[in-house]
């Protein structure tokens, strides 16, 4: 079946780049995202990539993806604290409007002042 | 952009009572919803998926009449947490996907989480 395997904590210090890694493995997945969850909220869409890119910029955040490998990864320019957070990639398998998308465990993301 | 609403936010109810928690979009149809629950510290865990006027499908291991889902509308999920018991007690999300049709993206927009604590 689909997975997705994400590491499960990261690190960082204020002001570094902090880069969060996922697998996945449904190749028609057609669009790829990522999520940002804060203490005790919701997830919140922060980027998504359709599996036709390598690579799409937004800000201070750039997404790559290399579908030969079905490797994705977050970059986050200039860390800072507020990026504290849970970070979630997701795949949509088939791309369905039935199926639910497929989370990775999250990615625990601690900024160091 | 698309918002999810959930009501309530938290809510402390005494073991053996019922709680329903609401799901609602609020620019946007929605023709499926999914309710997830999640642990301190742990990722997600798909409960099941709310369909409009049909049967919400149960994943593996969920009771289907512990949590009892209605989607009784193209706005409005919710979920009942029968008889709660503290085991229960948990952070429900739910989210939704737009009834766009083909080209969308489908990805999930989410609700803000329901803090369930049963005593």
């Known amino acids: 079946g689909e997975d997705v395997e994400q590491s499960l904590f990261l690190s960082v210090r204020e002001g570094d780049s902090s880069v969060i890694n996922c697998t996945y493995t449904d190749s028609s997945s057609t669009y790829l995202y990522w999520y940002k969850q804060e203490p005790g909220a919701g997830l919140q869409l922060l980027t998504y990539i359709f599996s036709n890119m390598d690579m799409k910029q937004d800000q201070r955040l750039t997404v790559l993806l290399n579908k030969k490998d079905k490797h994705l990864s977050l970059r986050i320019a200039d860390t800072q604290t507020g990026d504290s957070a849970i970070y979630f990639c997701a795949e949509s398998p088939g791309n369905s409007g039935n199926t639910p998308l497929v989370f990775g465990k999250g990615t625990r993301l601690s900024v160091i002042a | 952009g698309a918002v999810v609403s959930q009501h309530p936010s938290w809510v402390i109810c005494k073991s053996g009572t019922s709680v329903k928690i609401e799901c609602r979009s609020l620019d946007f149809q929605a023709t499926t919803m999914f309710w997830y629950r999640q642990f301190p510290k742990q990722s997600l865990m798909l409960m099941a998926t709310?369909?409009?006027?049909?049967?919400?499908?149960?994943e593996q291991g969920v009771e289907k009449d512990k949590f009892l889902i209605n989607h009784a509308s193209l706005t409005l999920s919710t979920l009942t947490v029968t008889s709660a018991h503290p085991e229960d007690s948990s952070f429900y999300i739910c989210s939704a996907r737009d009834a766009a049709g083909p080209g969308t993206r489908y990805e999930q927009f989410f609700g803000p989480g329901t803090r369930l604590t049963v005593l």
């Open positions: 709310s369909n409009e006027g049909s049967k919400a499908t149960y």
